[in-house]
């Protein structure tokens, strides 16, 4: 294996969607052709990314290290590990269905469209290979700017407020993560990120620290109370949009904390748990609530996403409570594999239902849950894919929702009785307002004209949610290959996070 | 006391940007004025090929292996002068070549605006290699007449003349200031020798030199457009024609940096912790007002007034940290900077026509669906002067953060960094009119030049140094070792 695996994953998708651009919505065919070739082939490039992974280790692979920047030490260095590598496969895996998704929906500017998804891919696998912090930082804001564009250029009526009100949320959160990057690249005198986890920082830095990147990362997440932009941005933006950013970029956060806050800063971490506790349970307490009022579909599936991704920061923090409470590690890495689960499976799940609404609304155009009612009767066979996302979404067991929620629940339990209960409310609210959707929206008569006259899933949308079904049930059924390439590396971040950073 | 170099051409050579441009600007001078109405053209292209005639040669003359003074230490060769006038000589060369069809297509195409561009060039070459306070003063003099000048030439156009009488008053108080502050030294230390002036300043500082320093800060202040010296600089912006707005804003700042960078960080170097600390309340204060005030702009040239302001905060703070890697954050921000504002008016220049001027933001509504590329264009130097990757001015930005973390100023990192968020918001004001927004109206259609081209190139060279910074930084960090 000499190819550059990781840097093909990241500029051929770029590569084609400027090759895209050029050829313009006058060419949109091959432009289309084009972009889905790209996507194709940047999965099926992932594959060997899967096999050739040796699961024994935590250590880096497929890594890559070429001189970038010699002025400042920050050098372009890919790899790799046991948690990076279902992200990047999860992104290589969701940009072919948005692809097609998009294939004759937009007719507006349907050249940058497609661009804007290639381009993005490219970056975001970036963001999860780059091992230096300042080439994950390039990543990690370049890409803000496709997506500024898809929300605002194909989204929906409040779509300039929305697409402004994303950008400087999450820009105004990596900029301080930036001020802490450069911190400790003065102490550290270079930018690679494993400098930055075997550097010695006092306690008092490390709360700075941790603050800072607790700022970008909650944004990113999104965590109660920084959660505000989310909703607006899903409701706007068009459905490949909503797609990429519950599938992928909300997971940018959780591998945020699990690849910066926890071993950079471990003692803060430590002593800061709680806050992130409190707030991930808030996200899944209060935000489940809100989501049971939401009239709109795409509102209630984005009030969904924040919830579930409470999750993913309580998986990853828990591990400190569990290390107080039974006095060792034993459970630990339940969290964090928790964790990691429920971001794989939500970003399936969530992909999905934004694809299901993006469904509906290509016929009705209407994203109001009022707007429909027995949909099961004119949609037969969409009505049981958005049954079965939906009820992975509640955590059914045998879909992937339920692995990543009974792993977390599991190791809540281990660490506090309360944290457990509170968090167990999310079968009850999950249930709650996911189901409550599926009855008005699926079951029942028939609502209205509108829902009379709808045609049953294309080819081509049966394809899309087809192959998401199939990946959530697999997980669901059978998590053990996920579980297995993951298990080295959080073994190793559950060591990093608690072993103690402070000079003695 | 007799010479003690003889003026033999070794000795003179490394001045040989000066000498060239002195003798370019009486040719061009008097060719324009035989070349007659009918024969127009000929000045641009001459002076075109002026500069690549002068780049050459200050390549094969200009180069020193190491520092050297000439003129009995008045003048001072090195390589970090050698590369501003490089930039000098590319910088205008593109200036002029972005304003040919604007000046053509209002029938204001004159040789004394490229005459003029000349002699401003020479004066930040003498602002470039002074070594003295009277070579500074000289030379920020010639500079500073020769734009009143330029500001002024469009004469039936009344806005631009105010400006330039604005400019005129106002900048005159600042050279009087900064004369005042340097005789002050001059008197206390008794040497006008920016080398030997640093011996001269005893420990502790006498209250003089400190009140002298207080004039010199002011001067540059003002120059700058550093709040509150800025008044000046949002009308003149507005005022002028909009090619020489593009010019007031990027050539001279060349001259700015070398300003600040032989005065006070090597005249003045023993006074620096006071100069310093004059500049810190300076600093914040243009970068709040200056990001604060562009939010409420509706003209876009004035907007972008005001988003220099905002970045000269940025180089200021690059001078604030004291520390050569500081000054070459400093140098590095101000070459991007420049490259980014060219290529901003550059747009501007081509989204106006005849009896139309695109300055306004609402010109700038849907943009897009008349003119794909230049909004692309206007796309990414927005981008990138806001400080967001892959484009070269997150580099410049990241630079001066790293040296104010590597001084400790804290406060001014988060200050900087609160100051970049906000000015994100107006930079994305402006995509989000191209794209987002549908055109008001029916506006004219964009000139279609070859100028393109070169617009193109510039984006390209703005994306080219975002993803790989590594060759110009370390131009720059080599420059200060």
């Known amino acids: 294996m000499d190819l550059p695996l990781l840097s093909i994953l990241i500029w051929l998708p770029i590569a084609a969607g400027v090759a895209v651009l050029v050829l313009g919505d006058r060419n949109i065919?091959?432009?289309?052709?084009?972009?889905?070739?790209?996507?194709?082939?940047?999965?099926?490039?992932?594959?060997?990314?899967?096999?050739?992974?040796?699961?024994?280790?935590?250590?880096?692979?497929?890594?890559?290290?070429?001189?970038?920047?010699?002025?400042?030490?920050?050098?372009?260095?890919?790899?790799?590990?046991?948690i990076s590598l279902p992200l990047v496969a999860l992104t290589a895996f969701m940009t072919v269905p948005v692809v097609i998704a998009g294939w004759r929906v937009i007719e507006k500017r349907p050249a940058q469209y497609f661009a804007a998804f290639l381009i993005m891919e490219g970056l975001m696998i970036g963001v999860f290979a780059a091992l230096d912090s300042l080439l994950f930082y390039f990543f990690w804001e370049a890409m803000l700017i496709p997506m500024f564009l898809i929300i605002g250029i194909w989204g929906g009526p409040r779509r300039v407020y929305a697409t402004l009100k994303f950008f400087l949320y999450t820009f105004l959160g990596s900029v301080f993560m930036l001020v802490a990057l450069i911190y400790m690249y003065v102490k550290a005198g270079d930018y690679s990120i494993a400098s930055f986890q075997s550097l010695p920082l006092t306690l008092v830095e490390q709360r700075w620290i941790f603050l800072a990147f607790l700022l970008a990362f909650a944004v990113k997440v999104p965590m109660w109370p920084v959660h505000t932009w989310l909703p607006d941005a899903h409701v706007e933006a068009p459905t490949g949009g909503s797609v990429i950013l519950a599938a992928i970029m909300l997971k940018m956060g959780g591998y945020g904390f699990l690849r910066f806050s926890l071993p950079i800063a471990p003692d803060a971490s430590r002593e800061l748990d709680l806050l992130v506790i409190a707030l991930s349970l808030v996200a899944v307490i209060y935000i489940g609530f809100v989501a049971l009022v939401q009239q709109d579909m795409k509102k209630l599936i984005a009030y969904s996403s924040i919830a579930h991704m409470g999750f993913v920061t309580l998986g990853a923090f828990i591990v400190y409570a569990i290390l107080t409470n039974t006095g060792g590690l034993q459970g630990a890495a339940l969290g964090m594999d928790g964790a990691m689960v429920q971001m794989i499976s939500h970003g399936l799940v969530s992909g999905a239902l934004f694809l299901c609404v993006g469904v509906l609304y290509d016929r009705v155009h209407s994203r109001e849950i009022a707007a429909y009612g027995g949909v099961v009767n004119t949609m037969p066979k969409f009505a049981v894919l958005m049954v079965l996302f939906c009820l992975?979404?509640?955590?059914?067991?045998?879909?992937?929702?339920f692995v990543g929620e009974f792993l977390v629940i599991l190791a809540s339990f281990k660490a506090s009785f309360w944290y457990a209960l509170l968090a167990g409310t999310t079968l009850v609210l999950g249930a709650a307002y996911t189901l409550w959707l599926v009855k008005r929206v699926v079951f029942g008569p028939v609502a209205n004209e509108n829902v009379a006259?709808?045609?049953?899933?294309?080819?081509?949308?049966?394809?899309?949610?087809?192959?998401l079904a199939i990946a959530v049930l697999v997980i669901g059924v059978w998590p053990a290959p996920l579980l297995n390439v993951m298990e080295a590396s959080v073994r190793h971040l559950v060591d990093q996070a608690v072993a103690s950073k402070i000079p003695l | 006391m007799p010479f003690a170099n003889p003026l033999t051409w070794a000795n003179i050579a490394p001045a040989v940007g000066e000498m060239y441009l002195t003798f370019a600007v009486c040719a061009i001078l008097m060719v324009d004025v035989f070349a007659g109405e009918r024969r127009r053209g000929l000045t641009p292209t001459l002076t075109l090929v002026a500069l690549v005639i002068g780049a050459a040669l200050q390549l094969q003359f200009g180069a020193v292996r190491e520092r050297v003074t000439l003129f009995d230490g008045m003048f001072v060769a090195d390589e970090?002068?050698?590369?501003?006038?490089?930039?000098?000589?590319?910088?205008?060369?593109?200036?002029?070549?972005?304003?040919?069809?604007?000046?053509?297509?209002?029938?204001?195409?004159?040789?004394?605006?490229?005459?003029?561009?000349?002699?401003?060039?020479?004066?930040?070459?003498?602002?470039?290699?002074?070594?003295?306070?009277?070579?500074?003063?000289?030379?920020?003099?010639?500079?500073?007449?020769?734009?009143?000048?330029?500001?002024?030439?469009?004469?039936?156009?009344?806005?631009?003349?105010?400006?330039?009488?604005?400019?005129?008053?106002?900048?005159?108080?600042?050279?009087?200031?900064?004369?005042?502050?340097?005789?002050?030294?001059?008197?206390?230390?008794?040497?006008?020798?920016?080398?030997?002036?640093?011996?001269?300043?005893?420990?502790?500082?006498?209250?003089?030199?400190?009140?002298?320093?207080?004039?010199?800060?002011?001067?540059?202040?003002?120059?700058?457009?550093?709040?509150?010296?800025?008044?000046?600089?949002?009308?003149?912006?507005?005022?002028?024609?909009?090619?020489?707005?593009?010019?007031?804003?990027?050539?001279p700042q060349i001259a700015y940096f070398s300003l600040v960078l032989r005065l006070l960080t090597h005249g003045l170097d023993g006074a620096m912790q006071a100069w310093?600390?004059?500049?810190?309340?300076?600093?914040?204060?243009?970068?709040?007002?200056?990001?604060?005030?562009?939010?409420?702009?509706?003209?876009?040239?004035?907007?972008?007034?005001?988003?220099?302001?905002?970045?000269?905060?940025?180089?200021?703070?690059?001078?604030?940290?004291?520390?050569?890697?500081?000054?070459?954050?400093?140098?590095?921000?101000?070459?991007?900077?420049?490259?980014?504002?060219?290529?901003?008016?550059?747009?501007?220049?081509?989204?106006?026509?005849?009896?139309?001027?695109?300055?306004?933001?609402?010109?700038?509504k849907g943009l897009y669906s008349r003119d794909p590329l230049l909004a692309l264009i206007m796309l990414v130097l927005m981008f990138s002067t806001a400080g967001v990757p892959p484009f070269v001015g997150f580099w410049a930005k990241l630079r001066i953060f790293q040296e104010l973390w590597a001084t400790h100023h804290v406060w001014l990192v988060v200050i900087a960094a609160a100051a970049s968020v906000i000015g994100v918001f107006y930079y994305l004001r402006v995509v989000k009119l191209m794209y987002f927004d549908a055109p008001a109206g029916e506006l004219p259609a964009t000139a279609r030049s070859s100028v393109r081209w070169a617009l193109g190139i510039n984006a390209l060279a703005v994306i080219a140094l975002g993803v790989l910074p590594g060759p110009l930084l370390d131009l720059c960090a080599r420059l200060f070792k």
């Open chain 1, 29 to 82: 065919i091959a432009g289309r052709w084009l972009a889905l070739a790209a996507s194709v082939v940047t999965l099926v490039l992932a594959v060997p990314l899967w096999s050739h992974f040796d699961t024994g280790t935590a250590a880096f692979q497929f890594g890559e290290l070429h001189r970038w920047i010699p002025a400042f030490h920050a050098d372009y260095r890919l790899g790799v590990d046991g």
């Open chain 1, 392 to 401: 992975a979404n509640t955590g059914l067991p045998g879909t992937s929702g």
């Open chain 1, 453 to 467: 006259h709808l045609k049953d899933l294309d080819g081509r949308e049966s394809l899309v949610l087809g192959a």
């Open chain 2, 80 to 251: 970090l002068g050698q590369v501003l006038k490089l930039a000098g000589y590319l910088f205008l060369a593109v200036t002029l070549l972005y304003s040919r069809s604007y000046l053509e297509s209002r029938n204001i195409l004159r040789g004394e605006y490229y005459v003029l561009m000349l002699s401003a060039l020479l004066g930040i070459f003498v602002v470039v290699s002074a070594n003295s306070l009277l070579t500074v003063y000289i030379g920020v003099e010639l500079l500073a007449l020769s734009v009143y000048a330029i500001v002024a030439f469009d004469r039936e156009n009344p806005i631009a003349t105010e400006s330039a009488i604005k400019y005129f008053v106002l900048s005159a108080m600042a050279s009087g200031a900064l004369l005042y502050g340097m005789s002050m030294i001059y008197g206390l230390t008794g040497t006008l020798e920016l080398d030997a002036i640093g011996a001269h300043l005893a420990s502790p500082m006498p209250l003089g030199v400190i009140l002298g320093l207080v004039f010199i800060v002011v001067a540059i202040a003002f120059k700058l457009g550093v709040v509150p010296f800025h008044m000046w600089l949002p009308d003149v912006y507005q005022g002028a024609p909009t090619c020489v707005t593009l010019f007031v804003s990027t050539v």
């Open chain 2, 276 to 364: 310093s600390q004059m500049l810190i309340p300076l600093a914040v204060l243009t970068l709040v007002v200056g990001n604060i005030v562009a939010i409420v702009q509706t003209n876009l040239k004035r907007m972008l007034a005001y988003s220099t302001i905002g970045n000269v905060g940025f180089i200021v703070l690059g001078f604030i940290t004291g520390t050569p890697a500081g000054y070459s954050a400093a140098l590095y921000y101000t070459l991007v900077y420049v490259l980014m504002v060219l290529g901003s008016f550059g747009v501007i220049l081509l989204a106006s026509r005849t009896g139309f001027e695109a300055d306004e933001l609402e010109h700038y």
